[in-house]
């Protein structure tokens, strides 16, 4: 729409027919609303939104955030190959929706958990058996405003070679 200032913006329109008192029109009214801010803040936040996700996207570390349920508000790519579990079906399910209960999962859960209550970040090695492999991963959990991200590394290859070496130095010594 074009303003009696020549300057151009974005309207909304809503109009109604009038009827008098024996249901013919007798008129029309209507209600025109700039909605130019309210577009540019939604374009604002499209933008936002596909910047973090190509963000996310390009991280191959499992990565995941979490609500103060433990539940899945976002899941990465790298998540979904390592599982099997797609993104669509992970969020929205909780902890033990995704993962078996195990004591490595209790172990994350009060990890997570202890995160969500002093609002400081924690670090830990934990070892998982997913779809037919062990795994070691180094996993950080960091506090968010509204729950926590993790970020999981899979370690299991450098773990299995720091393992061999030391194994290697004991026979060595004998």
């Given at each position: 729409v074009l303003a009696a200032n020549g300057r151009m913006f974005?309207?909304?329109f809503s109009g109604a027919l009038m009827r008098d008192a024996h249901g013919n029109p007798s008129g029309f009214v209507g209600v025109m609303r700039d909605i130019t801010e309210r577009r540019q803040g939604e374009e604002a936040l499209l933008q936002s939104?596909?910047?973090?996700?190509?963000l996310?996207?390009?991280i191959t570390d499992v990565f995941f955030a979490m609500?103060?349920?433990l539940r899945y508000t976002y899941w990465n790519s790298a998540s979904e190959e390592l599982t099997g579990v797609w993104a669509e079906n992970a969020v929205g399910k909780h902890l033990?929706?995704?993962f078996p209960d195990s004591?490595?999962?209790?172990?994350a859960e009060r990890v997570y958990r202890e995160v969500?209550?002093?609002k400081k970040p924690q670090h830990f090695l934990s070892e998982y058996h997913l779809r037919g492999q062990d795994f070691v991963f180094e996993i950080s959990a960091y506090p968010t405003e509204s729950g926590?991200?993790?970020f999981a590394k899979d370690i299991t290859q450098r773990k299995g070679a720091e393992d061999a070496l030391r194994e290697s130095e004991e026979i060595s010594r004998g």
């Open positions: 974005e309207a909304e939104e596909r910047k973090f996700k190509e996310a996207e390009s609500d103060e349920e033990y929706d995704i004591e490595e999962t209790r172990r969500l209550r002093t926590l991200t993790v």
